[in-house]
């Protein structure tokens, strides 16, 4: 006798939904934008709990920021590292073998040494750097943004 191992029609239609909803629900439960810089102020900095407003109250205004849609590879600790910083042909440390992608912002402060990328407007990439290395990324963005067409430098509008 053969058993269908197949779930009901009605909880795959519905299995989706939870799915968002759960995801939402986890971005929602940030911490105030007072408590955010608190943290910061302490070095208490955990990925996927603080939002660029935070850093940006707390530490000014950064030497670089960038904008650009971004591939990202999580690793084990949970930091998301970009695809520009990682060698060609190489699998980040301890990558998990998934990808995740959207629009990123990237704050880099040359002065702290630290290289603080966002997506979703969550901090989710930070990574400690020499500041000649963090001028240097910022001086090749300011080489690409010379190189974009309209298209890509103004926001889609959905009028």
């Known amino acids: 006798m053969r058993h ?26 940030l911490p105030s934008l007072d408590e955010q810089k608190s ?6 900095i955990r990925l996927h709990t603080l939002t660029s407003a935070a850093f940006l109250d707390t530490w000014g205004l950064p030497t670089y920021e960038h904008q650009e849609p971004m591939q990202f590879f999580p690793v084990e600790n949970g930091n998301y590292i970009p695809l520009f910083r990682i060698p060609p042909g ?36 930070r990574e400690q750097l020499p500041s ?5 990324i910022g001086k090749l963005w300011k080489k ?3 190189f974009k067409t309209r298209v890509e430098k ?3 509008s959905l009028q």
């Open 90 to 125: 190489e699998p980040p440390p301890g990558w998990d073998s998934t990808v995740v992608s959207g629009e990123a912002r990237f704050l880099g402060y040359a002065d702290r040494g630290e290289l603080l990328g966002f997506l979703e407007d969550r901090l989710v990439y």
């Open 4 to 29: 269908d191992s197949t779930l009901p029609d009605c909880i795959v239609s519905v299995l989706p939904v939870c799915i968002m909803l759960a995801s939402a629900c986890s971005y929602a439960n």
């Open 154 to 156: 103004e926001p889609l």
């Open 144 to 146: 690409e943004a010379l």
């Open 39 to 44: 943290r910061i102020q302490r070095d208490h």
């Open 132 to 136: 000649e290395k963090i001028h240097a």
